[in-house]
């Protein structure tokens, strides 16, 4: 776990890559707050605020008395989120530290392009 960011957050980003992995599908069950309790040995109530969070953007949704399940566009609104987030916060970030660095753009392009051929296979 990391410290920087609070235990919910992380326990609902789990889960998110979980579902983006594939590794939970439309309709599946998630593990419980009890689960996740005892796995990270968390507060039950901590687990909850993860998955309730999660509720709440319309990620996972409640059968009562069975648990937590995933939506039908969980992975989109995952996708569409991250990409907002990488957009507006990472990849200025990324590109001023390239200007920082005297990274000229052709040559940034040519590093990604690298970078991301390697890692595409």
């Known amino acids: 776990m990391n410290d920087a960011i609070p ?3 992380q326990i609902a980003q789990i889960i998110e890559d979980d579902i983006i992995s594939g590794r939970y599908q439309m ?3 998630v593990p419980s707050t009890n689960e996740f309790a005892k796995l990270l040995q968390i507060n039950p109530a901590t687990a909850g605020k993860g998955l309730n969070d999660l509720v709440n953007q319309e990620i996972l ?3 009562r008395g069975m648990g937590m399940f995933v939506t ?3 992975r989109n609104i995952i996708t569409k989120k991250r ?3 990488f957009s507006h916060y990472l990849l200025p970030d990324f590109l001023k530290e390239a200007q920082q660095l005297d990274i000229q753009k052709d040559e ?3 590093m990604i392009e690298e970078i991301y051929d390697v890692t595409s296979d």
Do not use: G, M, T, V
């Open 83 to 85: 990409q907002h987030a």
């Open 7 to 9: 235990i919910y957050l």
């Open 72 to 74: 039908e566009n969980a």
């Open 61 to 63: 949704y409640k059968k």
């Open 27 to 29: 309709d599946d069950k």
């Open 108 to 110: 940034l392009i040519k």
